[in-house]
């Protein structure tokens, strides 16, 4: 027996392009009721007309920069208002890494970097929880990186962020796992996302494709509710020969 999605509220951040729109797209052909958040409110817009007919469930979308507490406390709030509860959440949205060693990075695109990966991950779960425990319970994944688990040079701040959200999820899914509320990290390798089409398309390129996560993330909230796929590591198949 596996878990249906239809008729679920799920929030999706970073939901305008790349893994975020498979992953919206993907929750919506199951039958949920979807609302997603970027910061820029064209981009938001055309993955809201892009995405509906895709089910039958309601697209919803919202500006946010999930750096701000309090945009991010306004999203869920907005969330319960208009789809009646949260059920699902998925922190997807992130900051590009920029490779500068510690020396060359500046105070501000460390900030930028671990304001959105990871501040912005807490606030999400921050204000979703009490929501989902007012409601009997819920799902969050949070989408990490293999960055998580290895350091490369130049990558301090991106490393420093993943590294920080495998912690936080981790003891999140301690917490809240007597509340009906799964918590589950997803960390893929290198993926594909493309230009700023919400297209998904990988082409013919040897990375995974954005599609490839959002199939995890679904098949993941699918499982049957006495199962918790806590941490799941993803990676090309068959990745580029150096």
């Known amino acids: 027996m596996t878990t249906t999605l239809s008729g679920k509220r799920a929030v999706v951040t970073g939901g305008s ?10 929750l919506v052909r199951a039958g949920a009721a979807v609302m997603i958040c970027a910061r820029n409110k064209g981009d938001v817009e055309a993955a809201v007309d892009s995405l509906r007919g895709c089910g039958p469930g309601p697209v919803l979308g919202q500006t946010c920069d999930v ?15 208009r789809l009646g509860r949260i059920d699902i959440l998925i922190n997807n949205a992130a900051a590009v890494r920029a490779r500068k060693s510690v020396e060359e990075m500046t105070v501000q695109e460390w900030r930028t970097t671990i304001g959105t990966n990871l501040d912005g991950v807490f606030y999400g779960c921050h ?11 819920g799902f969050i994944i949070n989408i990490s990186s293999l960055a998580g688990k290895h350091a490369f040079a130049g990558g301090s701040a991106y490393n420093a ?6 912690g936080l999820s981790e003891a999140l ?4 796992r007597h509340d009906g509320i799964r918590v589950a990290y997803v960390m893929p390798g290198s993926v594909n996302t493309g230009s700023r089409s ?16 959002a199939e995890v993330v679904v098949n993941t909230l699918r499982q049957h509710p006495r199962c918790l796929v806590s941490r ?11």
């Open 17 to 26: 392009r790349g893994i975020g729109f498979a992953i919206a797209r993907a």
């Open 67 to 81: 750096s701000d507490p309090e945009q991010v406390q306004d999203l869920i709030r907005y969330c319960v208002t």
């Open 127 to 137: 204000f979703a929880v009490p929501e989902m425990k007012k409601s009997g319970g």
């Open 161 to 166: 962020s993943k590294f920080g959200l495998t």
């Open 173 to 176: 899914m301690e917490e809240v």
């Open 198 to 213: 919400t297209s998904g398309a990988s082409g013919g390129s040897w990375k995974m494709a954005p599609e490839d996560v």
């Open 232 to 242: 799941i590591e993803m990676r090309p198949s068959k990745p580029r020969k150096k």
